[in-house]
């Protein structure tokens, strides 16, 4: 019995021995990496970077500038091919102006990109306090990389994103990469390779970085690297369009005095209510209003520009019919105009905004029956700004 | 006069026509896309003597109008094409000629509007032309191929491909480089109604023949003797074909991958080396008896533009942006070495000469052993995507601005 014990903790612990030695030569290995970088010590003392030098795409070589915070916050301006491209990350979702995709406003990123743009956040390698950041570790052996002995780690991001990792069985440091990339918002593999490791202030940073993916090649050589500069966080902030811009004014809370247009023809004192405008998207003012005529609505108005026309699209929905009406419109003078008559319906609607300072602007209601020849003054709304 | 001073004199002059005499025996001409055999390879060699300085000495460096094409040289003359804007959304392509000595422009013929990149990736003519016995054959950007006298450059005749054969525009460009085989000007042509494959009486343009299906593609046909027959090879879409000078179908096989860019490459007489950058890697068909048969497949050295050589056993080509070496007979990659962009590359004797995208040219040993380089210099500046030519010693390069003439040997 006690010999069937005895063979029984001996058979346990061959089977454990392989995951401890492993666990051990991951976190080993991890340690001499950050070692070779200059140390944790060293880089948690870096708040920000800010790389500066040249990026090539298209085999066509021009500036580039990021910066990177230990928060996992992106900022990237580059000239790839013949467009400029804008990227930023607050360490869970960004947004891009990449006119390659033929828009040349910010736009959301999707998951895929939000990945790719993790990544490019990351100082180095996402081994430094990779357990802090969720991700995980696996040690899968010792091989040769195009001739190099190298140290094979296969990370596991917090997002579940997989990369394999090779590092110089030598250095320590990063040889290279397979990770997830994205080309046209579409994900796809991809290889990084690094060299040209340089001291910058006691932290060992690759100079010289080439990403391979589908039929790209990527390379970028930094000139100069910046520990802990300034860095205006409102960069990471998503830029308006500029057309919706135009709208800013009405950004906040406003007090409404509702009027309409009485029997004997002059304006009279309908209503009282709140309002509030906010910027939901890049290209989106939202407002959000609540009327009481007869029956009481929450209404929502959605303002937006539309490139393709060339003109701003206003969007009402009210929460009682469950009406959904199209405007459109544009700037005319100092009046933002808007009306339905693409609807076509027997009686059309225009509302013309004009904005008389920054704490008041008045909203006229007109409606048309033959098709916008002529117009009748229907209701009138004065904003003025909430206390 | 010593009899040491006259023995010196002998023997310096006997030296001096030994290096001739091997030029003319070794030297040849670089009249078509890829050079003699379209392979990249130039019988020449360069010498393994201790280099002193990187750069070799320049000859000459000039100007040139926007194109992709190569140079071609002749009896001390280059051919080549380029382009001039007259303003932002139009211009001409030209063929021209110039003195291999000085680069002094000798004549210039206007064949077609340019070709203006919308995504400002480069414009003008992409193709190489090629130089026959009389005339000089070019294809310009919008599918014109032209007959030009050797002597003036003046137009003797001109097919428009997207009048005659229906051709539809590809993206980027024509950019197939036309080739003489027995007298016979063959292109792809990528018309309607099984004309993707024509051939032309070079002297008047007559069409001779029209064979094949596929849309025009950015690869250029390869010429090889195989089985005592001579083959123009064509790697269309996801289709190698095969035709002789006649017209006749020698053979078909449907590739796996599709649409390569770079020209296969010819292995040992009767292999065939096939890659595209969106494919898995490459591909070694080997023609039997008009048969085809896969021989090897690899998953690397895919290549985009820039095609691959073929030397001692050895693959020596870009895998998308990184140059390797790779076995021939298994696949296994022998060395890779990064940091040449997207470039392209010429076998001189032994010596690899590695035209970085960014103008950087590098010899390097042509051996599997491991990355032996020798030299390297700012040969160009600019984007380069077009391969060198080398003759009678000295290399000869363009890109999209400049062309220069260097002396190796």
Not at chain 1, 210 to 219: A, H, K, L, N, Y
Not at chain 2, 198 to 208: H, I, M, P, S
Request: hydrophobic share 35%; glycine share 6%.
């Amino acid at each position: 019995m006690n010999k069937k014990i005895y063979q029984l903790i001996i058979v346990c612990l061959t089977l454990c021995l392989p995951s401890v030695v492993l666990a051990e030569n991951v976190e080993t290995i991890i340690a001499k990496h950050i070692k070779a970088h200059g140390g944790l010590e060293k880089w948690n003392k870096v708040e920000t970077l800010k790389i500066t030098g040249r990026f090539t795409g298209f085999s066509i070589e021009k500036d580039y500038m990021a910066y990177k915070t230990r928060t996992g916050e992106y900022y990237a301006d580059l000239q790839l091919g013949k467009h400029k491209v804008i990227e930023a990350f607050d360490g869970k979702t960004g947004w891009t102006i990449d006119p390659w995709l033929e828009l040349n406003y910010a736009r959301r990123i999707n998951s895929s990109e939000e990945n790719v743009f993790a990544q490019k956040a990351e100082f180095t390698t996402p081994f430094f306090n990779y357990k802090e950041k969720g991700h995980q570790v696996e040690f899968v052996g010792k091989e040769k990389c195009e001739g190099l002995d190298v140290f094979v780690l296969k990370l596991t991001r917090n997002n579940g994103k997989i990369e394999k990792w090779y590092l110089d069985a030598k250095t320590f440091l990063e040889y290279k990469c397979e990770s997830r990339w994205v080309d046209f918002t579409s994900e796809l593999p991809s290889e990084v390779y690094f060299d040209d490791f340089r001291t910058v202030e006691g932290l060992v940073i690759p100079f010289f970085v080439e990403r391979t993916f589908w039929q790209r090649d990527r390379v970028l050589e930094v000139k100069n690297i910046e520990i802990n500069p300034d860095f205006d966080r409102n960069l990471i902030e998503m830029p308006k369009r500029k057309e919706i811009k135009k709208l800013a004014f009405m950004k906040g809370a406003w007090d409404v005095k509702i009027e309409s247009v009485g029997r004997d023809g002059k304006w009279r004192t309908t209503g009282q209510t709140v309002s509030n405008f906010e910027f939901t998207s890049t290209n989106i003012l939202q407002q959000k209003i609540k009327l009481e005529a007869m029956f009481p609505m929450n209404m929502t108005v959605s303002y937006t520009y539309n490139e393709t026309s060339g003109k701003y699209k206003i969007a009402l929905l009210d929460d009682l019919s469950s009406s959904f009406e199209v405007y459109e419109g544009d700037f005319a003078d100092q009046n933002f105009i808007f009306h339905n008559l693409q609807e076509k319906a027997s009686v059309s609607t225009q509302f013309t905004l004009n904005n008389t300072s920054n704490n008041e602007f008045i909203l006229t209601k007109k409606d048309s029956k033959d098709q916008g020849k002529t117009w009748t003054n229907s209701q009138k709304f004065t904003y003025t700004r909430s206390k | 006069m010593t009899k040491q001073t006259i023995f010196s004199s002998l023997l310096a002059l006997f030296l001096a026509l030994q290096v001739s005499f091997s030029f003319a025996q070794n030297s040849e001409d670089w009249k078509q896309f890829r050079g003699p055999a379209r392979s990249g390879i130039s019988s020449e060699s360069i010498s393994d003597n201790k280099i002193s300085d990187p750069a070799p000495e320049l000859v000459w460096k000039k100007k040139i109008g926007c194109a992709f094409s190569e140079i071609t040289v002749s009896e001390d003359k280059l051919y080549t094409m380029l382009s001039e804007k007259k303003d932002s959304t139009s211009g001409w392509e030209y063929t021209a000629a110039f003195d291999a000595k000085s680069g002094k422009e000798l004549w210039r013929n206007k064949i077609d509007s340019i070709f203006i990149d919308r995504d400002d990736f480069g414009d003008g003519p992409r193709a190489t032309p090629v130089i026959g016995e009389k005339y000089i054959f070019s294809f310009s950007s919008y599918g014109k191929l032209t007959a030009h006298s050797k002597t003036d450059g003046k137009q003797i005749w001109q097919v428009d491909f997207m009048a005659e054969f229906g051709s539809t525009l590809p993206r980027w460009g024509f950019s197939t480089s036309p080739v003489l085989v027995d007298g016979v000007l063959v292109i792809e042509a990528g018309g309607t109604e099984e004309r993707a494959f024509v051939a032309f009486d070079q002297n008047t343009g007559k069409l001779l023949w029209a064979k094949g299906k596929g849309n025009s593609s950015y690869c250029s046909p390869l010429v090889a003797k195989i089985d005592g027959q001579k083959q123009i090879i064509f790697a269309n879409g996801k289709t190698l074909s095969s035709y002789n000078s006649k017209g006749e179908t020698l053979w078909t096989y449907t590739m796996k991958m599709n649409s390569p860019t770079a020209m296969p490459t010819l292995v040992d007489g009767n292999k065939i080396f096939i890659s595209a950058i969106r494919s898995s890697g490459f591909i070694v068909v080997e023609v039997k008896n008009n048969q085809v048969t896969e021989l090897l497949k690899a998953p690397t050295m895919k290549n985009d533009y820039s095609s691959t050589l073929y030397y001692d056993g050895h693959f020596y080509g870009f895998n998308v942006a990184a140059l390797q070496c790779v076995s021939a007979e298994t696949g296994e990659k022998k060395w890779t070495k990064r940091g040449f962009g997207k470039g392209s590359l010429i076998l001189v004797g032994d010596k690899l000469l590695v035209l970085s995208d960014k103008g950087q040219m590098i010899q390097v040993k042509a051996t599997p052993t491991a990355y032996t380089e020798q030299r390297r210099f700012q040969a160009l500046i600019g984007k380069s995507w077009t391969a060198p030519s080398f003759v009678k010693g000295k290399v000869y390069m363009r890109n999209q601005t400049e062309m220069a003439c260097y002396k190796f040997n």
